[in-house]
């Protein structure tokens, strides 16, 4: 049967539980690599949302240098009031110079700038980013207006510079702005347009990490993942998360359900492995039972018969002239045919029982009678193995309704087994008692006892001790307990047993009084 087993377990196991594992790891490889690309998908869509607000940024601005450009370039005398109306319909913006390509101030406004301590900061500015605004006069040869901006120390405001070319000579415009009120007040409308109610843009000063603008003013901004540096902001970032869930949660809520189920299949098919594997090792064990079943009983009924024919024939041929002797020989052959018969009844029993077919007779009986009757036909083979018994019944024990023939099968098989088991300690007590709903017999061995892993397997059919060989010992169908807990179970009566290795064991059957 182990290889069998063996067999059928490799089986499983390649059928089954490898697809089973085998599914699970490509599953949870092909989630992972999937969630990838959806976080790939997301992240591109809000880079492309930071794109374009950095691009309309870009725009507002390069749309003021050309309003810039316009009125520096114009043949008007007095450029000042229209710079300050440049300034006053501006938003953000505070300040206008011009530098030659000296860097010395030719035009400001408002005009107390050129000898103030601002505006000698801002040429020394230029001329530490002199190679950088001659970088501007490549660009603009090439036809392309490049806008470059610094930030101008000891302030948070934001200069932005582009080159313009005036009669062959290279002149650098300059705004000054302040990038707080630039976010809030020119880019706050576009980024309304883009958030809607789906995103939550932000935008942060960097050296601090502290939030200077909000989209939502109502929503609580948690840590975000997606951030981008504002083009001509170099100490600002725009950052933007998902309003309701974050990517990270998204991605993280699908893998935790698609997980879950990856689980429940894997989860049900093992579950389905173990139950067949559990009903195939039943089903194996049981076969094996049977076929120890058989060879068990073909010898118990070969040993009667065996011993039968051998004192028939040895009386037939009368060998024997001792009138003792054919006593004895006749009770041996009694003996022996009661042991058959008793075999074969069993196996009858069993067979009934199995079919359904087996009908009890009811009747109300003295559980004594029954017990006192049982005792008297073992009486003589109790004395010749050496065994000492004790009959304790209660005197005043009510008579109950069972069916007496059956009640005698359950007290035999126990004593039968009581006398297999005995080995040294030869000693079995029988006494009845009752309460208020119970009547019960309790029969008592000195006997090997019986281990706790066996204990639980022993109404089991055709199931035997296999501990130290003791089934060989011992010989048996393995139906006797069987028929012992049907025949309980038919009178709705319970079994106890208790047993300790080495020390015996204890049944007490219990009979329902009403």
Known sequence: MNRTLKSTILILFVIIFLPTIIFSIYEIGSLRSNEQVIETIYNNQLDAILYSVNQYSEDVISSWANRLELILSSKKNNKTEALLDFIYTTSSASKVMQFNS?????????????????????????????SVLKNLNTYLQGGYRKLETFTLNDTTDQLVVFAFQQDNTFLYNAIVFNPVRFINEVLDPKIQEIAQNEFAISAFFEESDSIIYSSDKQFQIREVNQKKRFWLMPHYSLGIELKNETINDLVKSRSEKDLI??????????????????????????????????????????????????????????????????????????????????????????????????????????????????????????????????????????????????????????????????????YIEISTAFDKSWAYIIISDKGIGISEKELKHIFDKFYRVTEKNLALKAKGSGLGLTIVKHIMDSHGGKIEVKSKKGEGTIFKLLFPIQ
């Open 261 to 426: 189920l990856i689980g429940i299949v894997d989860f049900g098919l093992i579950l389905g492995l173990w139950l067949i594997f559990r009903n195939v090792k039943k089903h194996l064990e049981l076969s094996q039972l049977k076929s120890d079943f058989v060879s068990n009983v073909s010898h118990e009924i070969r040993t009667p018969l065996a011993l039968i024919s051998m004192y028939i024939e040895t009386l037939e041929l009368g060998r024997i002239e001792s009138k003792e002797k054919v006593k004895e020989y006749y009770t041996i052959i009694f003996q022996e045919t009661q042991r058959l018969s008793g075999i074969v009844n069993k196996i009858l029993n069993f067979s009934q029982i199995e079919s359904g077919k087996k009908v009890y007779k009811f009747s109300l009986v003295n559980i004594n009678d029954i017990v006192l009757d049982v005792v008297k036909t073992f009486k003589h083979n109790l004395e010749v193995q050496g065994f000492k018994y004790k009959t304790n019944c209660s005197a005043k024990l009510p008579e109950i309704q069972v069916d007496a023939d059956a009640v005698t099968d359950v007290i035999i098989n126990i004593i039968d087994n009581a006398i297999k088991y005995s080995m040294d300690k030869k």
């Open 102 to 130: 000296d860097n010395q101030i030719v035009l400001s406004v408002p005009t107390l700038i050129s000898n103030s301590s601002f505006g000698k900061s801002m040429q020394e500015l230029l001329i530490e980013n002199d």
